[in-house]
């Protein structure tokens, strides 16, 4: 079993940044791909980020590349979404997940999900 939880989500303005964590315990953790998702009303749960809990592999959706970055804390359980230059488009409710193939962009490939956090990007 994996337990994740999310934190750092809110009310920002275009072009401002914000930084979302996921706490993430288990005993399995370290063979996991973490990823972050968003769903926005009405739309689809999408992906945005992801990497493995070990190593350095990290893959983007187009629409975050050169603004969003995934890492992951070096002391502690927790996995990091960096995003900068936020686009009211990017206002959505942020997921963390952990699921076992390895860059995968598939929701339901991530069987563990946190409960996820609220982003708003006003203008």
């Known amino acids: 079993q994996v337990q994740l939880v999310e934190a750092g989500g809110g009310l920002v303005q275009a072009g401002d940044s914000l930084r979302l964590s996921c706490s993430a315990s288990?005993?399995?953790?370290?063979?996991?791909?973490m990823g972050w998702f968003r769903q926005a009303p009405g739309k689809e749960r999408e992906f945005v980020a992801g990497?493995?809990?070990?190593?350095?592999?990290?893959n983007y959706a187009d629409s975050v590349k050169g603004r969003f970055t995934v890492s992951r804390g070096s002391t502690k359980n927790t996995v990091y979404l960096q995003m900068n230059s936020l686009k009211i488009e990017d206002t959505a409710v942020y997921y963390c997940?952990?699921?076992?193939?390895?860059?995968?962009?598939?929701?339901?490939?991530?069987?563990?999900w946190g409960q996820g956090t609220q982003v708003t990007v006003s203008s």
């Open positions: 288990g005993r399995t953790l370290g063979t996991y791909t």
């Open positions: 990497m493995p809990w070990f190593g350095d592999s990290t």
């Open positions: 997940a952990a699921g076992g193939v390895l860059r995968s962009v598939i929701p339901d490939q991530y069987p563990y």
